[in-house]
């Protein structure tokens, strides 16, 4: 695989590499984990169909608010103003048709018993609302309990879902008259409407299979596009309003997860007449790579452009990458091609170019690059600076905005400055809300990470970032610690990450770092960034767990550093990196002194049926063994260094139960064990404090246990 142009670490295990150059840090007073971890972190860019008009979310040390960038002022403006560290999400905005009113989604989705995360345990409940704040500086103000508003393209009328049925909230002068659209079984999701706001088009999942169909609103009627004992999805309109494209996967039988699928029986882009729900086959993919289908970041999954094409994605050759093909049929044709994968799309203001953020090029960042939809031309960088951008969007007038990063910048929103037609290298991204910086924000003691290249005894390369100390004294060695992501499909990249709870992740390993560790963030096998082979690694996860060689491999590797004392080597991480940190603690308890797992895993048995509740452990007593083996639980009798247990009890992706279970087993071993438990916390921590909390915790941990 082709690698960046920039250092690049090669080892072997058991081989000791020659001595790296320390990277020159400020030397003054080491920086807190609040300090270093209290820079706003942007989510959820979205543009404006009129008004030249952007928005996105701050989240500042737990507070969330949103900002506004429109044809006003340069920069942006916050359009909301709520105070506290409460847990309460704001996500789903979405501007109304003229750009003067911006609609939002207050709080997290109900759990399976139908409770919205409440973090701060608030006597009053808590609840998930649809928003709105007009942009005349207006307050913002609740309209109703509801998820995903989604404004029509002319009026103000928004539909909306709660509790798997479609609303309308109908807005007329200063009034807003709420009620259920239609009623139809299954739950309803993806809502689409039509160019002339005459129909919907939605998808309605009843758990083994999903239809699309289109409701006419003058009519009152329901009708179901070539309903099939598929899964359909992500429908998208014509511009005229006649057709509708969708994708249709074949039902697959019980998904369990957390194991490798190279290959499907294909998926395919359907094209119906809205007149009659028929459809035809407009493409399939082929057997073999890419039949098993892998998802961009978008709002849609398929585009339908001003010249009449599909973009989609497809992992063809291996990488995730973008195609196109003409509505009338034929031949696909590459738009993105090389090492690497799309991620984040959205189709350009002209609706004939895609802007999207790839590694390809890059293999550890992320950069904006446009295209166009017919592959005229190839595709073209935003800046030629090395940066890690991602949601790119387009205003009305075609001003391209992303979320921007870099090793000592947390995640900020950023327009495209510079000459439009100039070459990149004139170009550079600038910031929209600069003023929202800490001023105590210890950029330049910041550590910055090397690419780190390795390999396991069974020949599989891994990934990762490495994050020297300051300079010391001459042959000191260092205690270490390796950073294991969830997921696991996540990369972790050479600077602050655009994922908030790996934001955060960031900025802890940024303060090991700082206080004299040697920390490797590791990029494991099953995660994504580096092709599909590497994804869907074979007997990963409930199938082996062959993604803890890479863990060894780490430590070894570790070890060997002359910088490096291989007697104190720690492990951290969450949710798949505590499963990952708790196989290290069983699996060596000689390579591993001491860990810190957040709402891990510690058996497979128990987390697959989180996600699959109807799972039968005795329908298949090989797989439930081969699960169990791969599992912390079956080992976990060689448990006995030192570990700190990390969980909310309101987790809906791994449940409480794990660590329960852990903990009554290690108690009767006698292992020392540390604990620190949040009432009514989700998997991703939604509090501020809670982080903080948990951060300090673990340093206050790794302090008494490595150094």
């Not at 509090?687 to 941990?701: G, K, P, Q």
Request: hydrophobic share 40%.
């Amino acid at each position: 695989m082709p690698r960046s142009p920039r250092l690049r670490l090669v080892a072997l295990l058991g081989l000791a590499l020659p001595g790296l150059a320390l990277l020159p840090v400020a030397t003054s007073a080491q920086p807190s984990i609040h300090d270093i971890d209290g820079a706003p972190f942007a989510a959820t860019l979205v543009a404006a169909p009129a008004a030249d008009a952007v928005a996105f979310v701050l989240n500042t040390r737990g507070v969330r608010n949103i900002w506004v960038r429109d044809s006003t002022g340069a920069e942006a403006r916050q359009v909301t103003a709520f105070t506290e560290d409460d847990g309460q999400e704001l996500t789903s905005l979405a501007f109304t048709a003229d750009g003067r009113t911006l609609y939002f989604v207050r709080g997290g989705a109900p759990n399976r018993a139908g409770e919205i995360p409440n973090p701060t345990s608030d006597p009053e409940s808590a609840e998930q609302a649809i928003w709105r704040v007009r942009l005349d500086g207006s307050r913002a103000e609740r309209v109703t309990e509801g998820s995903s508003p989604t404004p029509a393209p002319r009026g103000a009328d928004v539909t909306f879902l709660r509790r798997g049925a479609v609303w309308m909230a109908s807005v007329r002068d200063d009034s807003t008259r709420v009620a259920p659209l239609f009623r139809m079984r299954g739950s309803a999701g993806a809502l689409r409407w039509s160019p002339d706001a005459r129909q919907l088009a939605i998808v309605s999942n009843r758990g083994t299979h999903a239809f699309v169909g289109v409701y006419d609103l003058g009519a009152r009627t329901l009708r179901w596009m070539a309903p099939s004992t598929d899964s359909d999805g992500s429908p998208v309109w014509s511009p005229d309003g006649t057709q509708l494209a969708f994708l249709r996967t074949p039902y697959a039988g019980q998904r369990l997860g957390f194991r490798a699928t190279r290959t499907a029986q294909p998926w395919s882009i359907q094209v119906a007449d809205v007149a009659t729900g028929a459809a035809r086959e407009l493409f399939r993919a082929e057997s073999g790579r890419g039949s098993a289908y892998w998802p961009i970041v978008a709002d849609n999954q398929l585009f339908w452009t001003a010249d009449n094409r599909i973009v989609f994605a497809w992992e063809r050759t291996g990488w995730v990458h973008l195609y196109s093909i003409a509505t009338s049929g034929g031949t696909p044709r590459e738009l993105t091609p090389g090492e690497g994968e799309v991620e984040f799309v959205s189709l350009g203001a002209d609706g004939r170019r895609l802007v999207y953020s790839t590694n390809i090029g890059d293999i550890d960042r992320r950069r904006v690059m446009t295209v166009p939809a017919d592959g005229a031309t190839a595709p073209v960088p935003a800046i030629a600076q090395p940066r890690i951008a991602w949601s790119p969007v387009e205003s009305s007038r075609g001003t391209l905005f992303a979320l921007v990063s870099d090793e000592r910048q947390p995640a900020h929103a950023a327009v495209l400055a510079g000459p439009a037609t100039g070459a990149p290298s004139a170009r550079r991204w600038q910031p929209l809300a600069p003023e929202t910086m800490p001023a105590d924000f210890p950029a330049a003691q910041l550590v910055a990470p090397t690419a780190v290249t390795l390999r396991a005894a069974d020949g599989i390369a891994s990934y990762g970032q490495l994050f020297l100390p300051p300079p010391s004294t001459p042959g000191t060695r260092h205690p270490a610690v390796i950073f294991l992501h969830g997921g696991s499909r996540r990369q972790m990249l050479l600077g602050w990450n655009y994922g908030s709870y790996y934001h955060h992740a960031y900025a802890l390993n940024q303060a090991l770092a700082l206080r004299g560790y040697v920390v490797l963030s590791l990029n494991y096998r099953s995660g994504i960034g580096y092709g599909l082979d590497f994804r869907e690694a074979l007997q990963q996860g409930a199938t082996g767990g062959s993604e803890y060689a890479d863990v060894v491999a780490a430590a070894r590797w570790l070890g060997a550093r002359p910088d490096v004392d291989a007697a104190r080597i720690g492990l951290w991480g969450g949710s798949y990196g505590g499963y990952l940190t708790a196989m290290g603690l069983t699996r060596h308890p000689e390579l591993f002194k001491a860990g810190v797992d957040i709402h891990g895993v510690h058996d497979w048995n128990v987390g697959i049926q989180t996600f699959v509740p109807d799972y039968d452990l005795y329908a298949d007593p090989q797989r439930t063994r081969i699960a169990f083996e791969a599992s912390p639980m079956a080992q976990v009798r060689n448990w006995r260094a030192p570990v700190l247990l990390i969980h909310g009890d309101d987790d809906r992706n791994v449940r409480f139960l794990e660590t329960l279970t852990l903990i009554r087993q290690l108690r009767e071993q006698e292992v020392p064990v540390e604990q620190l438990v949040f009432p009514d916390e989700v998997h991703g921590f939604l509090r501020h404090d809670s982080w903080m909390r948990a951060y300090e915790a673990t340093i206050d941990f790794f302090a008494r246990r490595l150094r």
